[in-house]
């Protein structure tokens, strides 16, 4: 991995062998940047920013120690974004208490453990990592949410005002005049503090203000004339209506939007003098929502024209409000009004209003969420991280399997404990395709096999399976890595790693269910069967397709005559005896199978120098005597050699050569050749030159 690829670690310690210690442990998976102090710590963070992914933190440093280079990092809010652990070998509760209030992350005590800082320093990293994507998610669905409700907002302007005959804008201005106020409200008072989402609700909710004008007679709603006493009243119920009609909703109760939106209908045309309707409520006992739209409505009602009147400018409708010729309104929400008059104006001056949300709120909603520790990592976050892996590593070690996690970023691959001493390998693997350890194990062909699988998968099927060798200490075994890969919940999903094990092929069989042995292995002679064994040749050949292979086909000679002069039990076990003997003549990755009664199958990977040596150990081998009856077989054997070869060419080659050994006498084995072919296309010119053997 280059440096530019690396998370950078700033180690801020005035220590110099404490550094050295921290960065002998991180320089290889991580690139570092070393302060002597806090005043050069706050320097580095003000240049690099965000770069930094992670900060280890003295507390007794000179000029400046870490408990100022904390304040500084809450100052500039850098502490949001940059992860902290403290590295110190002061441990009392008052250092750790004030240090944690700072919004510190961890603490690592000293003298170091190398695999205690490795971890947390990775777990922080990558928790941390994981946060920043959540943050992103959230503000993606609060932008969606936001887009939602204003295009609710303009479906119920259009329903409301057709019947109305309006222009349609009306609910929009309340909408914004609303959010408007909300905010300056916010801003003035200590009694009024609003957080975004209630901004948002509320506003929102000023929409619905006139819905119960629906129920009003049309001649009354848009009459032009003045109304009558009769008719005044009746239009004056619009807003217990509206009311009502929230409240006989089925569902939705507790929701806060119904709840301000109830509050609105009823009590907007309240007045702060309490010569308001419908219930005559006075002052502060009209929910400030009702009060803040009611004033809304009556600056819109001013300056825009009705069937009649004509619109009052924008300034003389400030004027009369302020002067109370429209109403009476609390003196505090007044002078917000008159402090938002020009943005009003401002707002709607291009005769468009915007109802969509801007990024910038966005950010303030999602801020405002971290502010409130909804999202941010504690130190109970980490401990139940740590409880889990913990959870994990035990269960890994009682199962006694190579259990591993990996993730894409940071790009890092956690083994079991147990599945790591059996690998001869780190727990911890940052970077795994420039790892020595991981390229010397598995092969940058394997590895890189391995994730183009894994990144071929969906969220929907994210099962892989992946058969290579693995270099071990006592020489080279077939092994099935069993994945499941992780994906995220964006849309569209990010792959983001996988969890897995992986399984010796060899000894398989001893772990395997009753009913994945039923579907997989011979019933009699417990060898794979044929279906399972093609299965895992096309894997192999699909895998690795540059490898030398060489499939065997066996048949036992004579075997008709061990069922008729002995019987079929004995023919059994004989063929018992067979498959034992073929066990033991192969390597741990071979593949074994029983083809069908007295029919084998060996598939292997070779070394051309030593193949001719290999193939004729096997045969004589397999030569013998069970109990009286003599021991022949006849072997047909056809070679792959760089990719030329599928299974279907394969195994018909090695078929066509076992009949050409029978036809010249049985009892030896045969290469496939040229002379074999008749209508079989040829597959690879024949790597061994060896005389057949008899």
């Not at 500039?76 to 992860?83: F, G, Q």
């Not at 750790?96 to 320093?121: C, K, M, W």
């Not at 079929?568 to 004989?574: E, L, R, S």
Request: hydrophobic content about 40%; glycine content about 6%; proline content about 3%.
């Amino acid at each position: 991995m280059t440096g530019k690829n690396k998370s950078r670690i700033l180690i801020a310690d005035d220590s110099e062998m404490n550094r050295s210690i921290l960065l002998d442990m991180l320089e290889d998976q991580y690139e570092i940047v070393e302060a002597e102090n806090g005043t050069q710590a706050v320097a580095t963070l003000q240049h690099m920013g965000t770069e930094i992914a992670l900060v280890l933190l003295d507390i007794v440093m000179p000029e400046m120690d870490g408990f100022g280079v904390l304040d500084m990092m809450n100052k500039y809010h850098w502490i949001e974004d940059i992860p902290v652990i403290i590295i110190s070998a002061e441990s009392s509760s008052t250092y750790l208490e004030r240090a944690f209030e700072l919004g510190v992350t961890d603490y690592i005590s000293r003298p170091f453990d190398n695999l205690i800082v490795q971890r947390r320093v990775t777990n922080t990293i990558l928790l941390y990592a994981k946060q920043k994507r959540l943050f992103n998610m959230v503000a993606d669905q609060v932008l969606e949410k936001e887009k939602q409700s204003g295009l609710m907002i303009d479906i119920l302007s259009h329903i409301v005002e057709f019947r109305n005959g309006e222009s349609g804008l009306h609910t929009l201005h309340i909408h914004t005049i609303t959010e408007l106020l909300l905010k300056r409200l916010g801003q003035m008072s200590d009694k009024y503090q609003f957080s975004h989402q209630q901004i948002s609700v509320i506003s929102t909710a000023s929409a619905l203000h006139d819905i119960g004008k629906i129920a009003i007679p049309s001649e009354i709603l848009n009459k032009p004339g003045k109304l009558t006493n009769d008719e005044y009243e009746i239009m004056k119920t619009h807003s217990a209506i509206g009311d009502s009609m929230l409240e006989q909703l089925p569902f939705y109760q507790d929701e806060e939007l119904v709840k301000a939106a109830r509050q609105i209908c009823r009590w907007h045309h309240e007045r702060y003098d309490g010569r308001g309707y419908p219930d005559g409520l006075r002052g502060d006992e009209i929910p400030i929502a009702a009060q803040i739209v009611a004033l809304a409505d009556v600056y819109d009602a001013l300056t825009s024209e009705r069937a009649y009147k004509k619109a009052f400018p924008h300034e003389k409708a400030v004027s009369m409000i302020i002067n109370g010729e429209c109403g009476v309104f609390s003196p505090e929400l007044l002078g917000c009004f008159k402090d938002i008059a020009e943005d009003i104006k401002k707002e709607f001056a291009s005769g468009e209003v915007r109802t969509d949300i801007s990024m910038k709120a966005v950010k303030d909603i999602t801020d405002e969420m971290l502010h409130r520790k909804e999202l941010t990592t504690s130190d109970r976050t980490l401990s139940l991280l740590e409880h889990e892996r913990a959870k994990y590593r035990f269960f890994a070690s009682m199962s006694n399997e190579i259990q591993f996690e990996y993730t894409v970023d940071p790009p890092m691959i956690t083994i079991s404990d147990w599945g790591a001493e059996q690998l001869g390998v780190k727990e911890i693997i940052m970077d795994p395709l420039h790892d020595e350890d991981a390229l010397q194990l598995i092969g940058k062909d394997g590895l890189e096999g391995l994730s183009r699988m894994l990144r071929n998968t969906t969220p929907e099927n994210p099962i892989a399976k992946y058969n290579c060798q693995l270099h071990l200490k006592e020489g080279a075994r077939w092994y099935q890595i069993i994945c499941r890969a992780t994906w995220s919940m964006d849309e569209p999903s990010e792959y983001m790693g996988a969890i897995g094990k992986a399984v010796d092929i060899h000894m398989e069989h001893i772990r395997m269910t009753d009913l994945e042995r039923v579907a997989s292995h011979d019933g009699l002679t417990g060898l794979l069967n044929r279906s399972k064994a093609e299965q895992m040749i096309r894997d192999r050949l699909l895998n690795n397709p540059n490898g030398n292979y060489a499939l065997f086909i066996i048949d036992l000679d004579y075997f008709k005559n061990a069922n008729d002069q002995y019987g079929h039990i004995f023919g059994d076990h004989v063929l018992k005896y067979l498959s034992e003997k073929l066990r033991q003549s192969v390597r741990g990755g071979d593949i074994v199978a029983r083809v069908g009664g007295d029919e084998f199958l060996i598939f292997l990977e070779y070394r051309r120098e030593a193949f001719g040596a290999a193939v004729d150990r096997i045969f004589h081998h397999l030569e013998g005597e069970y109990e009286g009856f003599k021991m022949s077989v006849s072997m047909g054997i056809a070679q792959a050699k760089g990719g030329l070869c599928d299974y279907e060419t394969l195994f018909h080659c090695a078929d066509q050569a076992l009949y050409a050994a029978k036809r010249a006498g049985r009892g030896q084995y045969k290469f496939y050749n040229e002379s074999m072919m008749h209508t079989l296309s040829l597959i690879s010119p024949i790597d061994c030159e060896e005389e057949d053997k008899k």
